[in-house]
């Protein structure tokens, strides 16, 4: 499979694409990652083991920290 990440369209609009295409990726999706829209200008990224990160026009990556879990002390 091929990598794949995530752009930001001239119209506004996010999109994914294979990296052999030549756009340029704000954000290169790793295996098993998902995304989805927060508004126009951000996404999320989320990941079934990792935390979610937010990811912005600008290229800017942000981690949501996750909740610690009581038990792990």
Do not use: C, N
């Not at 694409?17 to 998902?34: M, N, P, Q, V, W």
């Not at 079934?48 to 009581?70: F, Q, T």
């Amino acid at each position: 499979m091929a990598a794949r990440g995530l752009y930001k369209a001239a119209d506004g609009s996010w999109r994914q694409a294979d990296a052999s295409t030549g756009i340029r990726l704000l954000y290169k999706l790793k295996d098993r990652e998902r995304w989805t829209l927060l508004d126009r200008d951000r996404v999320m990224v989320i990941h079934p083991d990792r935390s979610p990160k937010v990811v912005y026009p600008d290229g800017r990556v942000e981690e949501i920290a996750s909740k610690v879990d009581a038990y792990s002390r």
